[in-house]
Nanobody, 126 residues
Framework: QVQLVESGGGLVQAGGSLSLSCAAS??????YGWFRQPPGKEREFVVV????????DYADFVKGRFTASRDNAKNTVYLQMNGLKPEDTAVYYC?????????????????????WGQGTQVTVSS
């Protein structure tokens, strides 16, 4: 059974930091994505992490503040979020894909990912 189990998240003041993790089990994936869904808005791409070479691509609104990484031995990906802003408030989702892409047309699209975590709430107070 394939599972993506997220942990982390919570409530933090603006300027603070939080760390999310996502542990995958049940099969091997080639890429992982973090997405988020702010209240009343659609799900949006945050970052992609590629398993083989560890390369990442970020959405512009998190560049310089968020850092994604992976630990292949643990089948786990991480999202370190620094300098959090109230507009970062959202449910954050981990997603995993069996394929890998270096085209933003594809890796930013939720439909390119095959499995999803349950989501974890991140709330940033002003």
């Amino acid at each position: 059974q394939v599972q993506l189990v997220e942990s982390g998240g919570g409530l933090v003041q603006a300027g603070g930091s939080l760390s999310l993790s996502c542990a995958a089990s049940g099969r091997t994936f080639s890429s992982y994505g973090w997405f988020r869904q702010p209240p009343g808005k659609e799900r949006e791409f945050v970052v992609v992490v590629r398993k083989s070479d560890g390369t990442t691509d970020y959405a512009d609104f998190v560049k310089g503040r968020f850092t994604a990484s992976r630990d292949n031995a643990k089948n786990t990906v991480y999202l370190q979020m620094n300098g959090l802003k109230p507009e970062d408030t959202a449910v954050y989702y981990c997603a995993a894909g069996v394929s890998v892409s270096y085209s933003s047309r594809y890796y930013t699209s939720p439909s390119r990912y095959d499995y999803w975590g349950q989501g974890t709430q991140v709330t940033v107070s002003s």
